[in-house]
């Protein structure tokens, strides 16, 4: 016999335990299935074992979709500050680190302990591990097949999230769900991701992995649908394989591929401009004159780039070839030639296409009762707290809802 519930939550992670302890707390019957042995695996490993649970500024312009206004309804009526509510009334520790960024002072285990008490409260029942088999409609709610047992719900939730990570239990299944339903997608790709580079180009470049410094990247162009153009102001890290550091894990969201990403690294000055009036007044030679600015190692590849010697003279340069070299500092624009993959991706852009989803409950409008939160829809935050503040307000509301 099947076990009845008014509503199945497929994927106990951030977004599926929110809306399993909301709609439980609300009196609803809810069974919390996830596939995973260990639970929360993503919370687990966030933020550095600290979780970066929300970030205080929180807004719409955070998060990227092909619907920009999608997330506002959820954004409004679940804030960062009701989360922070909640870890404070369970007196978990919590400081701000980096522009508007909480985490958790001991350790993310406590907001996946948070979570399960807020199941608790509502008498979520788990189900896991186990594998869903099929979800099907039937007339009056969903038959969910499983391989421990099967399930009628009134309503489903899928909040399996994205690709990422597939080493920690990530999966398609939110996708597959979607298409069985004949809801469009977003086509998804690893986001918050470093970025690799290879050919003669990028040879100059690759003994310096382990420089970091602060920089400006921005790709793209606000022209089409969705939001396109990506700046950000933050560190960049060199890497054996290529570039990564908040900087371009942030810039990784809006990169298309083959397309250039453009460093300003040296964002305080106009190298050019520096250099052609400093001619007669600064040292001599051009290796020592950026190392003032840069890191050595990062002046010599720079110079080694763009052909020129690192004890050539700046009296002896002609203006353009000092412009050229300004340019390559304010304005390096570099096509990576791929990322590292959802091996390393800490989201997954795209998704479920929020054209077939209500913003207010976050349900299929063409199948009553089915909804997908969290990261398995087409919004994905910033790096930064975001990603979990999306999964908390679309749980919420789902949760509110079914
Ligand atoms: P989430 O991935 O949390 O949960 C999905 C659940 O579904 C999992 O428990 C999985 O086992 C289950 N599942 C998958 N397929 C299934 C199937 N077929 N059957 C049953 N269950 C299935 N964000 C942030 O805001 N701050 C941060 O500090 C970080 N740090 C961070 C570090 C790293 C290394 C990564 C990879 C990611 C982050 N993130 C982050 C992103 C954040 O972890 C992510 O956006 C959220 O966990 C998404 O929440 P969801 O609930 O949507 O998916």
């Excluded at 038959?143 to 239990?169: E, F, Q």
């Excluded at 010697?309 to 500092?329: C, E, I, N, S």
Aim: aromatic share 8%.
């Amino acid at each position: 016999m099947a076990k009845q519930y008014d509503v199945a939550v497929i994927g106990a992670g951030a977004a599926g335990m929110m809306c399993a302890a909301v709609a439980a707390q609300r009196g609803k019957r809810v069974v919390l299935i996830d596939h995973a042995e260990k639970l929360a695996e993503k919370i687990r490993i966030s933020g550095g074992g600290r979780c970066n649970f929300t970030n205080v500024n929180t807004a719409p312009a955070n998060f990227l979709s092909e619907n920009p206004h999608f997330c506002k309804s959820a954004l409004s009526r679940y804030t960062a500050q009701d989360f922070v509510a909640l870890v404070k009334k369970h007196r978990i520790g919590y400081h701000e680190k980096h522009r508007g960024q909480l985490f958790c002072n001991d350790s993310a285990e406590q907001i996946i302990q948070m979570l399960k008490a807020e199941c608790a409260d509502g008498d979520v029942t788990w189900r896991m591990p186990t594998k869903v088999v099929s979800i099907d409609k039937t007339d009056d709610g969903f038959m969910v097949l499983t391989d421990t047992g099967d399930i009628v719900a009134d309503s489903v939730v899928i909040a399996t999230g994205g690709l990422s990570i597939p080493k920690i239990g990530a999966t398609d299944f939110g996708y597959r769900i979607a298409e069985q339903f004949g809801l469009k997608m977003v086509d998804p790709r690893p986001g918050l991701v470093p970025l690799t580079f290879d050919g003669p180009t990028w040879e100059a470049f690759v003994p310096l992995a382990g420089i970091a410094l602060e920089v400006e990247v921005e790709t793209g162009s606000n022209k089409g649908k969705g939001n396109k153009r990506g700046f950000f102001k933050e560190d960049l890290l060199f890497t054996h394989r290529g570039l990564s550091g908040p900087a371009i894990l942030q810039i990784s969201s809006y990169w298309q591929p083959g397309t250039p990403i453009i460093i300003n690294l040296l964002p305080e000055m106009d190298v050019a401009e520096v250099l052609i009036e400093g001619k007669g007044t600064l040292k001599k030679q051009l290796g020592n004159v950026l190392s003032q600015w840069l890191p050595a190692r990062l002046a010599e590849g720079l110079l080694a780039a763009n052909g020129l010697a690192p004890d050539a003279r700046l009296a002896d340069m002609p203006d353009a070839k000092l412009r050229k070299l300004g340019d390559a500092v304010n304005r390096w624009a570099i096509v990576p030639t791929g990322s590292e993959g959802y091996r390393k991706a800490e989201v997954t852009l795209g998704g479920i296409d929020t054209r077939e989803l209500s913003q207010q409950t976050m349900m299929a409008t063409k199948v009553p009762g089915l909804y997908f939160i969290g990261e398995a829809v087409d919004v994905t935050g910033w790096l930064g707290g975001y990603n979990f503040q999306w999964a908390w307000s679309s749980g919420y509301v789902a949760g509110q809802s079914v």
